[in-house]
């Protein structure tokens, strides 16, 4: 009788290696997104049943080598070595063989089970590439499977060698040469005193190659000075006779192994330059000098057609279904006898916060179909490619214009796309200074304000809002590399994968995957600020909506004498700047719900209260004044940290009250008041 | 070959040796290696800047001028064509070959020099040796390829090119530059890479004809 069992299997391997498309395989629905616990990684996990054997298998980020220079990796390598899953499953690239045979040859000297997926092998015989599959096997020591992920081919071989790897760990590791061995020798004897599940000969080698590695390892502080004198004995040793040179000395005697490895088991056919891919033949358009930046313009235009054009009605329509729900059940509410209170609640405060999470899915939902399709297709790095140069002048990194584009549209999804950065410095920065770019909803203030007070030059005063974000956005940007995340920009050094056509369930299943997670990490915040808001409006009990007497009102009025050097130091710009939290455009309709009046009657009277200079002081601080609670959610949720998003709201309503001080300030003392 | 004293070709030379061991040659350096005072190895410096020979911004790094690069190269494979041919032919000692080969270049006049020297390159029982030519990754032409001879990174940046394939003795063929000049696109290992210039300028590489 067999009896069932629980296997842990890790999948590791390289960026654009096809490891998505082999969890996809092996999970189908049956996988669910959660985050990595302390960092904003993603960790994806899912189950596959084989007869009576449950493989958990969890996604571990692409990584190129078990040294950990972004969060990603070192949240691959972490749970490697401290995780101790059953099997490793190592996807191996099989048309660039070489590189990703360098994980490996780190995976291999883990000392835990590992199975090969050599994948894309479809692509070999166009590219004149023939793997002696067993050989290879018996030169890695290791079970080496052919699949094609991305047409589900090979996965129940890859399924039964995996449970047959469990309990056998790699029967070969590398030899580093007889000059360099004896001295790895010594120093793994030594190692082998300490108490930890780590395999010494592994150990030994990290502690050669990293030597920050020691702080992450988790050890009784008496263990781990024992440990950091050995390394620091054995690495001055090794030093002396190696030079400086010996962190690099491993991966230098590493990629010499495969080199002979591959010159075993690889037959080319035809030589490199032959060989030069189609891929090669679309950068040489894609990327060059005359035309890389106006394709990368169309595709950038092309991402915002199809993601707000196709997204607006769908957003309207879901507006109007929340509108006509809400009212519905607000009549439904009186008719059975629930009093006004309760049925404002339900349809205002429940309803209404409902609708402002769902009315966003739309564009955040198009929007990552667009990116996942950019990224999985390989063009995602070439936008980075051609954008750094610029990126770089403001101490960015390439991958960040496109979240910041993005923002022009929504800063939800704008934040969200900062997941393609990997150093966490640029991906913060670029989170923070999203905000200033003016989204969507900012936009019917603006709209109010001039067609009120700028009527001859309206097109003028609101590009001048645009601009004034972008440039605030690179000013904030520098000040806060500067002081906030000092040192080092992270260098550039980065794969511009082959080009490749996206498949339907891998960017379905991708954008599925981030629209969850909205729903689920930004929608609470969302939806608890909205509840929030509704209850100002309405208490104390039996005040009329959103005015004066009710709580929101008493705090516009507390409020009004701090934006009295900004020029709109009146209880109804405060309230409306309050309402704005919850959406900018809500700016607009509770200024109508306070004066009493229509959005259409709103002009007049904006016209009649309002001076020009207090209207684009007013329009400046909608523009920068601390972000939407979606920004806000989306914000929490990418950084996870309160203390980061604290941070964002706090600078946004400094700079927001600052700035709009001054315009309004040098405005009256140059007489525009 | 120019006019020069013999005390300015060891310059040259040393200053060729030097920048092929570090990224940059100072004063200080010099002086270690020539065991001459440094005020009259700047001395000799500021000469050789005036014959153009080598760039020097004030007390800052020294580098040889592409006629400077041009003449080192000449000096070197002089001396190693005279050392080796006391080497190889006459059977001299190493060490003494190295100091007579020294004392000749000093003594004998540059006519006699030259054609003995293209009198030897012409022998066959010397074979020709052609001095490596190393330059910064960042300076190759698109489509050219070149060996991989020393990787002046350090730390982090260091390790991270050398785990993705970029090694000394690796090839790596220039593909293209990004459209607004930086950064730039390599083939290495079989897959596509790509660096900005500041990274790739501390790649040094020979070369392929």
Redesign the interface.
């Known amino acids: 009788m067999k009896d069932s069992k629980e296997l842990v299997v890790a999948l590791a391997g390289n960026p654009n290696c096809g490891k998505t498309s082999v969890f996809n395989n092996l999970t189908g629905s049956r996988q669910h997104v959660g985050n990595w616990p302390g960092v904003t990684v993603e960790r994806k996990e899912g189950t596959h049943i084989h007869g009576d054997v449950a493989l958990k298998i969890i996604d571990l980020p692409g990584t190129?080598?078990l040294?950990a220079?972004s969060e990603d990796e070192a949240v691959a390598r972490d749970y490697l070595l401290f995780g101790q899953p059953d099997v490793i499953v190592n996807i191996v690239d099989s048309?660039?063989?070489?590189?990703n045979l360098?994980l490996t040859t780190q995976l291999l000297e883990t000392g835990i089970p590992v199975v090969i997926a050599l994948n894309m092998c479809d692509e070999l015989a166009s590219k004149g590439i023939k793997i002696n599959v067993p050989l290879l096997s018996q030169l890695l020591g290791v079970p080496v499977v052919q699949t094609v992920a991305s047409r589900g081919r090979g996965m129940e071989e890859l399924v039964e060698k995996t449970i047959a790897a469990a309990g056998n760990p790699p029967a070969k590791s590398i030899n580093y040469g007889p000059d360099l061995e004896p001295d790895l020798e010594a120093f793994v004897e030594e190692l082998k005193e300490l108490k930890t599940h780590l395999n010494p000969r592994f150990l030994a080698l990290k502690l050669l190659?990293?030597t920050e590695f020691v702080k992450d390892i988790p050890l009784e502080e008496s263990e781990k000075e024992k440990l950091l004198a050995i390394q620091e004995k054995n690495l001055e040793r090794m030093r002396k006779k190696w030079g400086e040179g010996v962190?690099?000395l491993l991966?230098?005697r590493r990629?010499g192994y495969i080199a002979g490895m591959v010159k075993e088991a690889v037959q080319e056919e035809s030589s490199?330059l032959a060989r030069l891919s189609v891929?090669?033949k679309i950068?040489?358009i894609v990327?060059?000098?005359?035309f890389?930046?106006p394709f990368f313009l169309l595709v950038v235009w092309g991402i915002f057609q199809f993601t707000f054009t196709l997204g607006d009605p769908l957003v309207e329509l879901l507006e109007g279904f929340f509108e006509s729900f809400a009212e519905a059940a607000g009549i439904w509410l009186q008719n059975i006898g629930a009093s006004e209170l309760v049925s404002s609640f339900i349809g205002d405060g429940i309803i209404g916060g409902i609708g402002s999470i769902l009315v966003f899915i739309p564009h955040i939902g198009l929007l990552f179909l667009a990116i996942s399709i950019l990224e999985d297709s390989g063009y995602m790095?070439r936008a980075a490619?051609?954008m750094?140069?610029?990126m770089?002048m403001l101490g960015l990194h390439?991958k960040s214009f496109l979240p910041l584009l993005v923002g022009f549209g929504c800063n939800v999804p704008g934040i969200m796309a900062t997941r393609t950065l990997e150093n966490k410095n640029d991906r913060l920065i670029t989170i923070l200074i999203n905000p200033l770019m003016s989204c969507g909803g900012r936009l019917p203030i603006y709209i109010l304000f001039t067609s009120a007070l700028f009527t001859a030059n309206q097109g003028l005063v609101i590009f001048s809002l645009y601009l004034l974000g972008i440039v605030l956005a690179i000013l904030m940007g520098m000040l806060f590399k500067k002081f906030l995340f000092k040192g080092d920009s992270a260098?550039?050094?980065?794969?511009?994968?082959?080009y490749r056509l996206p498949t339907f369930k891998n960017t379905l299943l991708t954008m599925w995957d981030r629209v969850g997670a909205f729903i689920k990490r930004a929608g609470t915040v969302i939806f608890a600020a909205s509840i929030l808001i509704w209850f100002l409006a309405n208490l104390p009990v039996g005040v009329e909506y959103a005015s004066q007497q009710s709580l929101l009102g008493r705090i516009g009025s507390l409020l009004a004498p701090i934006l009295k050097p900004a020029g709109f130091g009146n209880w109804q710009a405060a309230s409306a700047l309050i309402f704005g939290v919850v959406a900018k455009e809500v700016v607009v309709s509770t200024l109508g719900v306070i004066h009493g009046v229509g959005e259409e009657g709103l002009v007049g009277v904006i016209a009649k209260t309002w001076t020009p200079l207090a209207a684009y002081s007013f329009m400046v601080m909608n523009l920068l004044y601390i972000p939407c609670v979606a920004t806000i959610g989306a914000i929490r949720r990418e950084t996870n940290s309160w203390k980061w998003t604290l941070f964002a709201i706090g600078y946004s309503l400094a700079l927001g009250w600052g700035v709009a001080a001054l315009i309004y300030q040098v405005g009256s003392l140059l007489g525009f008041a | 070959m120019l006019d020069l004293s013999s005390s300015l070709q060891d310059y040259l030379e040393a200053i060729l040796e030097l920048s092929e061991v570090n990224s940059t040659v100072r004063v200080t350096d010099l002086a270690k290696k020539l065991n001459i005072a440094k005020a009259s190895v700047s001395q000799s410096i500021s000469k050789l800047v005036d014959l153009n020979l080598v760039q020097q911004e004030s007390y800052g790094p020294i580098e040889l001028t592409s006629t400077g690069r041009e003449q080192a190269l000449k000096v070197r494979r002089r001396h190693r064509m005279l050392r080796k041919f006391l080497i190889e032919i006459l059977g001299v000692k190493p060490e003494i070959a190295e100091k007579d080969a020294c004392k000749m270049e000093h003594s004998i006049s540059p006519e006699t020099m030259d054609k003995l020297v293209d009198f030897l390159a012409a022998s066959e029982q010397l074979p020709q040796e052609e001095p490596k030519m190393t330059t910064q990754l960042s300076q190759l032409k698109k489509g050219q390829t070149g060996t991989v001879t020393k990787?002046e990174a350090t730390g982090?940046?260091?390790?991270?090119?050398?785990?993705?394939?970029v090694?000394?003795g690796?090839k790596i063929t220039v593909?293209?530059?990004?459209?607004?000049?930086?950064?730039m696109?390599f083939?290495v290992?079989?897959?596509?890479?790509?660096?900005?210039k500041d990274?790739a300028s501390l790649i040094r590489v020979e070369v392929d004809q």
Request: aromatic share 10%; hydrophobic share 30%; glycine share 8%.
């Open positions: 190129y080598s040294g220079y048309t660039n063989l070489a590189r360098y190659e990293d962190e690099t991966a230098e990629y490199l891929s090669d950068d040489r990327t060059s000098r005359l890389g930046i790095a490619y051609i750094d140069r610029f770089h390439g260098p550039f050094v980065m794969e511009l994968p082959p | 990787i982090t940046l260091r390790r991270r090119i050398s785990e993705l394939g090694n000394v690796t593909l293209g530059v990004a459209p607004m000049g930086d950064p696109e083939s290992q079989d897959y596509r890479l790509s660096l900005r990274e």
